[in-house]
């Protein structure tokens, strides 16, 4: 079993940055494919990026392809999600999820594909 921390939300203005980071505990993070998700209020939990246990396969979601990158350290058991050209509309909070994968597969988009979750941390842009 694995635990996951998130951390790094925030309020920030249209137009600025935030990174967020998530810190994996408990069994060797390495082994898991790690996601990103974010949930607005009365809204589904929308997929945003996954990250192959290596780290060297990414997959994002339309919506955030081109200002969002997902990143791992294995070393660290972190996984952080670097946000930028944020937009109002990306107002949720935001969470870290960790499943082990079916072979090499990574890609998995689904909230229901993944075991672990965060608690969730705020992420609010201002217009």
């Known amino acids: 079993q694995v635990q996951l921390v998130e951390s790094g939300g925030g309020l920030v203005q249209a137009g600025g940055s935030l990174r967020l980071s998530c810190a994996a505990s408990g069994r060797t993070t390495s082994n898991y494919v790690m996601g990103w998700f974010r949930q607005a209020p009365g809204k589904e939990r929308d997929f945003l990026a996954a990250v192959s246990r290596s780290g060297t396969r990414t997959d994002y979601a339309d919506s955030v392809k081109g200002r969002f990158m997902i990143s791992r350290d294995n070393a660290n058991n972190t996984v952080d999600l670097q946000m930028n050209g944020l937009k109002p509309e990306d107002t949720a909070v935001y969470y870290c999820?960790?499943?082990?994968?079916?072979?090499?597969?990574?890609?998995?988009?689904?909230?229901?594909?993944?075991?672990?979750w965060g608690q969730g941390t705020q992420v609010t842009v201002s217009s």
């Open positions: 999820a960790a499943r082990v994968p079916t072979y090499n597969y990574y890609a998995y988009t689904g909230s229901n594909e993944y075991a672990y």
